[in-house]
């Protein structure tokens, strides 16, 4: 009887060993699908690892989904946090409250997608197409939006403290609220008419010394130094 016990545990942990890899399995290719060009077949992987739980259990952190057509996609909540969207298409995504904290968004599309309250700390945006989105609420702080494109955003109590705007065209977008303390900007970066950045605590950054600028970076960009 005592055989066949130890028999029985041995079956079971091999069938548990086997079921475990099975899922593991299935979750390298339900993410791999997600980084998919064609819309679809991306959709289709999303709505699996949303039932499976891999949008919010880290699975997905640091994730390269470079190119992928993630158009309308459901991210509510996700934690994409250091994931790259190099070049990505997250058109009219929904991305409400999702972490994006430190991730690479560079080039990517984010028109008219909705990231309320969404984290994007430290992340990366330069040249990234955000024109009509949602990004009321959400936190800004430290990312790098060099020369994106913000035309007609909703920035309203965003937090951008410390955000990198050179070259960026926040032209028509709503800033009522949005903290702009210590952003830095240049000559190129277009704001909505009549909006003073400087009275909203923004600097030209063409007009810090070498001194000056070493602070701002040691300050928000302590990682870089």
């Known amino acids: 009887l005592e055989g066949q016990n130890e028999y029985s545990s041995a079956t079971l942990i091999l069938a548990r060993q086997a079921l475990e890899k099975k899922e593991m399995e ?19 992987a999303v709505g ?9 259990d880290g699975s997905l952190e640091g994730v390269k989904f470079r190119n ?23 058109t009219g995504a929904n991305l409400r409250g999702a972490s994006l904290y430190g991730a690479i968004l560079v080039l990517a599309n984010f028109e008219e997608a909705d990231l309320l309250n969404a984290n994007i700390t430290g992340a990366f945006l330069l040249r990234a197409k955000v024109a009509g989105a ?17 035309a007609g955003t909703i920035l309203w109590k965003a937090n951008l403290e410390g955000a990198d705007l050179a070259g960026a065209n926040i032209t028509g977008a709503n800033l009522g609220g949005a903290n702009l303390k210590g952003v830095v900007y240049d000559d190129k970066t277009r704001w909505p008419d009549g909006f003073d950045p400087k009275s909203a605590g923004a600097i030209n950054m063409g007009e810090l010394s070498e001194e000056e600028m070493d602070v ?3 300050k928000y960009r302590p990682a870089q130094q």
């Open 48 to 56: 699996i690892a949303t039932d499976k739980g891999w949008l919010y």
């Open 134 to 150: 949602n990004l009321a609420e959400a936190n800004l702080t430290g990312a790098n939006l060099q020369q994106a494109d913000f």
């Open 68 to 90: 992928a057509n993630l158009m309308r996609a459901d991210f509510q909540s996700a934690n994409f946090a250091g994931a790259d969207f190099l070049s990505a298409k997250l």
């Open 216 to 218: 701002w970076q040691k």
């Open 26 to 44: 299935l979750k390298e290719n339900v993410i791999a699908q997600m980084a998919s060009r064609n819309n679809s077949f991306a959709l289709e």
